[in-house]
């Protein structure tokens, strides 16, 4: 008798379900959620943690049980350290104080050396660039130091390139090629810019969105005016490395209230208790749809990026909205 048993935990990174939110959003069109949370370490990460060190490793840039370092917001570092115990590779961690503290909880929990930085911009809840640099500081410290291999996610060409090969395939093979647009927010820019890569290659048609915090939209050419928002890991006020505006058809902002009421909706509506980036998505998926930009049949397919349990209960200021 045949048997369905993973050799490790690597295994079950990807092959997400495809979710119809069809209660949050009875229509006209219909919203599709990749559901990342549902990976091993919790968000959409783990897909580009494995591909990242793989890679590393493939091409001898990485030696067998060398030493790894990384700059994070959690999520990546929570998909590293789990890749990084099963392949036996001494991980440190660089993050800064304003992500959430379960995160760093977590990669301690598998094995990582976490170190985490002071904000001098932020607040808890609320990381900056300029937070971000003193984290990436201290890494680069410890890899002179060490000669520890960089991850280095928002220029590594596999981030993306991980998305391209497993997230975008998917997503296709699941819509069974029915997908008018696909929106994500951009963080390191790795899925988003992976998924609309294949999506326009498949169909040129697909109408790809990036998804950034108001006040925060410099994809769109915007000045930088709110610089601290709810979504960790995305919108630092910069167009990263591994963003390509030839994929892209136009920006989409999120208020910090859109991604909460959104974030709650989906916990109310559907049952699932995810981050705030997710909320933004799905906020971003009900303008676009709202918009007559797209047939009234239109499927948008989107990402829950991660699991709601990573982030503390954080009291929204709803004024300053």
């Not at 890749?83 to 992500?99: A, E, W």
């Not at 006020?237 to 909706?265: C, H, N, S």
Request: net charge negative; hydrophobic share 40%.
């Amino acid at each position: 008798m045949p048997t369905e048993i993973a050799s490790s935990v690597l295994d079950l990174v990807g092959n997400t379900p495809l979710l119809a939110l069809d209660r949050l959003w009875p229509g006209p069109g219909r919203i599709l959620a990749k559901c990342e949370f549902l990976n091993p370490c919790g968000s959409i990460k783990d897909r580009s943690s494995l591909h990242m060190v793989q890679g590393a490793l493939a091409s001898g840039k990485l030696a067998p049980h060398g030493k790894v370092i990384e700059v994070t917001s959690g999520n990546q570092g929570c998909g590293l350290a789990m890749v990084c115990s099963v392949l036996d590779h001494p991980l440190t961690i660089t993050m800064s104080k304003g992500n959430s503290p379960q995160r760093a909880e977590m990669m301690r929990g598998l094995g990582a050396n976490v170190i985490l930085t002071d904000q001098v911009e932020g607040q808890p809840g609320n990381v900056t660039l300029a937070d971000v640099q003193v984290a990436t500081d201290t890494a680069m410290a410890i890899i002179e130091k060490t000669g520890a291999y960089n991850i280095d996610q928002f220029n590594n060409p596999n981030n993306s390139q991980a998305h391209y090969d497993s997230t975008g395939k998917e997503i296709w093979r699941q819509t069974g090629g029915k997908v008018d647009a696909w929106l994500a927010t951009v963080g390191t820019a790795g899925t988003f810019a992976g998924v609309s890569r294949f999506l326009k290659e498949k169909n040129p048609d697909v109408v790809c969105v990036a998804v950034e915090p108001d006040g925060a939209q410099v994809i769109k050419g915007c000045a930088v005016e709110r610089p601290l928002h709810l979504l960790q890991g995305s919108g630092y006020g910069v167009v990263q490395p591994l963003f390509k505006f030839d994929t892209m058809d136009f920006t989409l902002g999120v208020t910090d209230k859109e991604a909460v009421e959104y974030k709650q909706l989906l916990g109310k509506k559907e049952g699932i208790y995810v981050g705030y980036t997710s909320g933004a998505n799905v906020a971003a998926a009900v303008k676009l749809l709202k918009s007559g930009k797209l047939p009234k049949d239109a499927w948008v397919v989107t990402v829950l990026n991660d699991t709601g349990l990573k982030y503390p209960e954080i009291e929204f200021n709803w004024d300053n909205e």
